[in-house]
């Protein structure tokens, strides 16, 4: 059974810590940024710029170490040189700006010094409240680090529940040298240690260069997690499972824009909408709107339908799942599953539930079958024909409902035959080019057109369940490929 989503909390406030030293200024090795601290603004503007558009609910606060002066509420404690530049609040162009003209330091403050401090940021802004805390740390580690408290730290951060993102400058990759001692020669003096902390906390470190890579590819907006129907499935009338759904995939759109007038001084002023109704036969006579009805057009007359009709007229349930019953999976034509897809797990507070719902699970593996039911979402929703298919994982177990077209929506359309008998003699193919056809649809499979690489625990569970040969594996997957077309709009607003 997959985590219950609803214990996630829906925003994240986040910290970032970003060194701005004297190495900082140095050139940098990378051919994209002429200095250390243009890659970090360059990595810290395109995470700023994924909060303003995705994270809506999500707040950012600045943390710069190395500066000449010092303002934190730490200070009197020592904690010199770290200054909080911005405290943690939603994210706005306003520090997009200061971000891009971003000062280079001349001191060198301590970089465990900034995470404590921007521990205690996050401390104060969400002690007793629900959000994800995390911490991202921008540096060359060249600046020292003081091991001072080091456990009392860690253990902190464990508490807090917060996530530590190191983003290294001119950072050496793991095991690239195979010679240990040249390796660490080459190491800034406090990667090792940024390494250590991170691997204590549960963090990760990533080179700069891998950051600006993943974050110059737009996410999908963060969505908060809620379950879209909370009831029983019913098996029989004395077999009733409490289950919870979630939507699992839905069509990410376009973000709606808001009209804003060109003519007041205040450009960012919103202008709302009127309508009005007329007469056709007298543009002048406006009608209001509570005097109008909607009309049916049947053939070429209106039929008016009150609003007590149009009641009449909807067909709704009371909400349900139901069992109809059961059918081999190779009995659903994959073109006919259609909508939005739906996951189910079962009641969290019901232990009883979890095992009949686990049990109908492997059931329906076991057996390559799928079960089709009546899905009432909500009450006075109209019914729909659904199928609930199994998905097993390492960790958890689920259903998956699609939806399954009813007879009018199918779509029956006739072509001419494309057997070989059926075709003039002059147009057949040949032996070699049906064998050419062939070889042309093998090549263009996408589960075998890449090579594989050392990804995470789910890509092995893939290559275990049969989806890979060889060095051969599946490019193109949809967690993996953005839609252009979202991704132009995005880098136009940018």
Same mark, same amino acid.
């Given at each position: 059974?997959?985590?219950?989503?609803?214990?996630?909390?829906?925003?994240?406030?986040?910290?970032?810590?970003?060194?701005?030293?004297? +190495?900082?200024?140095? *050139?940098? +090795?990378?051919?994209?940024?002429?200095?250390?601290?243009? %890659?970090?603004?360059?990595?810290?503007?395109?995470?700023?710029?994924?909060?303003?558009?995705?994270? #809506?609910?999500?707040?950012?606060?600045?943390?710069?170490?190395?500066?000449?002066?010092?303002?934190?509420?730490?200070?009197?404690?020592?904690?010199?040189?770290?200054?909080?530049?911005?405290?943690?609040?939603?994210?706005?162009?306003?520090?997009?700006?200061?971000?891009?003209?971003?000062?280079?330091?001349?001191?060198?403050?301590?970089?465990?010094?900034?995470?404590?401090?921007?521990?205690?940021?996050?401390?104060?802004?969400?002690?007793?409240?629900?959000?994800?805390?995390?911490?991202?740390?921008?540096?060359?580690?060249?600046?020292?680090?003081?091991?001072?408290?080091?456990?009392?730290?860690? #253990? $902190?951060? &464990? @508490?807090?529940?917060?996530?530590?993102?190191?983003?290294?400058?001119?950072?050496?990759?793991? %095991? @690239?040298?195979?010679?240990?001692?040249?390796?660490?020669? @080459?190491?800034?003096? +406090?990667?090792?240690?940024?390494?250590?902390?991170?691997?204590?906390?549960?963090?990760?470190?990533?080179?700069?260069?891998?950051?600006?890579?993943? !974050?110059?590819?737009?996410?999908?907006?963060?969505?908060?997690?809620?379950?879209?129907?909370? %009831?029983?499935?019913?098996?029989?009338?004395?077999?009733?499972?409490?289950?919870?759904?979630?939507?699992?995939?839905?069509? @990410?759109?376009?973000? *709606?824009?808001?009209?804003?007038?060109?003519?007041? *001084?205040? =450009?960012?002023?919103?202008?709302?909408?009127?309508?009005?109704? $007329?007469?056709?036969?007298?543009?002048?006579?406006?009608?209001?709107?509570?005097?109008?009805?909607?009309?049916?057009?049947?053939?070429?007359?209106?039929?008016?339908?009150?609003?007590?009709?149009? =009641?009449?007229? &909807?067909?709704?349930?009371?909400?349900?799942?139901?069992?109809?019953?059961?059918?081999?999976?190779?009995?659903?034509?994959?073109?006919?599953? $259609?909508?939005?897809?739906? !996951?189910? /797990?079962?009641?969290?507070?019901?232990?009883?539930?979890?095992?009949?719902?686990? /049990?109908?699970?492997?059931?329906?593996?076991?057996?390559?079958?799928?079960?089709?039911?009546?899905?009432?979402?909500?009450?006075?929703?109209? *019914?729909?024909?659904?199928?609930?298919?199994?998905?097993?994982?390492?960790?958890?177990? +689920?259903?998956?409902?699609?939806?399954?077209?009813?007879?009018?929506?199918?779509?029956?359309?006739?072509?001419?035959?494309?057997?070989?008998?059926?075709?003039?003699?002059?147009?057949?193919? /040949?032996?070699?080019?049906?064998?050419?056809? &062939?070889?042309?649809?093998?090549?263009?499979?996408?589960?075998?057109?890449?090579?594989?690489?050392?990804?995470?625990?789910?890509? #092995?569970?893939?290559?275990?369940?049969? #989806? %890979?040969?060889?060095?051969?594996?599946?490019?193109? &997957?949809?967690?993996?490929?953005?839609?252009?077309?979202?991704?132009?709009?995005?880098?136009?607003?940018?």
């Amino acid at each position: 059974m997959p985590g219950d989503p609803t214990t996630i909390p829906a925003k994240e406030a986040v910290v970032i810590i970003v060194d701005v030293g004297p +190495s900082m200024s140095k *050139p940098s +090795s990378s051919p994209f940024t002429p200095t250390s601290l243009e %890659g970090a603004i360059s990595a810290v503007t395109l995470l700023v710029q994924q909060k303003i558009m995705f994270g #809506k609910k999500d707040e950012v606060g600045l943390v710069l170490c190395g500066t000449k002066g010092t303002h934190n509420p730490l200070q009197e404690d020592g904690y010199a040189h770290i200054t909080i530049a911005r405290d943690i609040t939603s994210p706005d162009l306003d520090l997009l700006r200061y971000i891009e003209n971003l000062p280079p330091g001349k001191y060198v403050g301590d970089l465990l010094d900034s995470v404590v401090v921007a521990m205690d940021m996050l401390q104060i802004k969400t002690a007793g409240k629900r959000y994800l805390r995390r911490v991202f740390l921008v540096t060359d580690a060249h600046a020292p680090i003081a091991e001072d408290g080091w456990d009392t730290i860690v #253990k $902190h951060f &464990k @508490q807090m529940e917060a996530k530590l993102n190191i983003i290294g400058i001119n950072f050496t990759e793991e %095991g @690239q040298n195979e010679n240990e001692e040249e390796e660490k020669k @080459q190491k800034p003096p +406090s990667e090792e240690a940024l390494r250590k902390l991170a691997q204590e906390v549960d963090g990760m470190v990533v080179p700069v260069g891998q950051a600006l890579e993943m !974050m110059s590819y737009f996410r999908s907006r963060s969505v908060v997690q809620r379950t879209s129907f909370r %009831g029983i499935l019913e098996i029989s009338p004395l077999m009733k499972i409490g289950v919870w759904s979630w939507t699992r995939t839905s069509e @990410q759109k376009f973000q *709606p824009m808001t009209r804003i007038s060109q003519q007041l *001084p205040d =450009k960012m002023s919103p202008v709302s909408i009127e309508r009005t109704y $007329h007469a056709l036969s007298d543009p002048d006579l406006i009608i209001d709107s509570s005097e109008t009805m909607k009309g049916y057009r049947y053939g070429k007359s209106l039929v008016p339908f009150p609003k007590y009709d149009e =009641k009449i007229m &909807k067909y709704s349930a009371e909400k349900a799942m139901k069992l109809i019953g059961f059918t081999d999976e190779a009995a659903i034509p994959r073109h006919t599953i $259609h909508g939005p897809t739906e !996951m189910l /797990s079962p009641d969290p507070g019901d232990p009883v539930c979890s095992v009949a719902f686990s /049990s109908l699970v492997h059931a329906l593996a076991e057996t390559k079958s799928v079960a089709i039911i009546r899905y009432v979402k909500k009450a006075s929703a109209p *019914p729909v024909l659904a199928m609930l298919s199994p998905h097993i994982k390492l960790n958890y177990e +689920s259903l998956f409902l699609n939806l399954l077209p009813f007879s009018e929506d199918l779509r029956a359309y006739q072509f001419n035959p494309l057997s070989l008998q059926s075709i003039k003699p002059c147009f057949a193919p /040949s032996p070699e080019q049906l064998h050419v056809a &062939k070889n042309l649809i093998d090549s263009l499979d996408l589960m075998k057109a890449g090579e594989k690489e050392e990804e995470e625990e789910e890509e #092995k569970e893939e290559e275990e369940e049969g #989806k %890979g040969e060889g060095n051969s594996a599946e490019v193109l &997957k949809p967690k993996y490929t953005y839609n252009p077309s979202l991704q132009r709009f995005y880098q136009a607003v940018q």
